[in-house]
């Protein structure tokens, strides 16, 4: 069975200060990995993958994740936030381009 | 751009009525899915479709049916709602080469 864990719940950041969100998976087969944001009462909006390649990860919006395969970890990353950065963020993972696993997500409060 | 619709985005009803969330997408997507999220909580696959006449159950055991008959649409069903249904609920398509889910913006339910 497959699962993610984002160890953190909230994270409060003040503004243009650098934010890292944490992940770590499991799974005995090789998965596909993904970071997803959500803005209040909207869906959810692709931020970057990994299918394979380069384990450094570049996605929108200044967004950049690195692949740790011997951690299985999947962090997300950005120098410098934005007040519009706040919104909630999900990792997930897929092994065969069927379901999808969500973790619980991590909710990003960017403070004035 | 994606482009997968839901509707209706909000919707407040008695207990004991039936609903119909409406969900399509206009990409030519096989895959197709159902998520439950409650507020500030993680994503529960509920239904999923491989393609037309396909579907099967996620997941999290819901109450809903779910129905693909044409490959652009995707509607859930509820017979009977009960405040427990009280929900948002997501609607997604996959890319067969990405892997990548495409969200619509959700139905956020309230059973009175």
């Known amino acids: 069975a497959q699962s993610v864990t984002q160890l953190d719940s909230q994270v409060p950041v003040f503004e243009e200060a650098p934010v890292e969100l944490r992940c770590n998976y499991s799974?005995?087969?090789?998965?596909?990995l993904f970071w997803y944001v959500q803005y209040p009462n909207q869906g959810l909006q692709l931020l970057l993958k990994?299918?394979?390649?380069?384990?450094l990860v570049k996605g929108i919006n200044g967004f950049e994740a690195e692949f740790n395969k011997s951690q299985t970890s999947f962090h997300l990353r950005k120098p410098s936030v934005h007040i519009s950065d706040t919104a909630e963020y999900f990792c997930a993972i897929g092994t065969s381009y069927d379901k999808v696993i969500f973790g619980p997500g991590t909710s990003l409060s960017v403070i004035p | 751009e994606a482009d997968i619709y839901q509707t209706p985005r909000y919707l407040v009803i008695g207990t004991g009525k039936k609903i119909t969330l409406e969900c399509s997408q206009t990409m030519g997507h096989d895959k197709m899915y159902w998520y439950q999220q409650d507020p500030g909580m993680e994503l529960h696959l509920i239904h999923y479709s491989y393609g037309v006449n396909s579907t099967e159950k996620g997941d999290l055991s819901s109450e809903s049916t779910v129905s693909r008959i044409r490959t652009e649409h995707f509607p859930l069903t509820l017979e009977s709602a009960r405040p427990s249904h009280t929900s948002q609920y997501l609607c997604a398509s996959k890319g067969d080469f990405t892997g990548e889910l495409f969200f619509g913006e959700g139905s956020r339910l309230t059973v009175l």
């Open positions: 990994y299918l394979s390649g380069s384990t």
């Open positions: 799974s005995s087969v090789s998965v596909y």
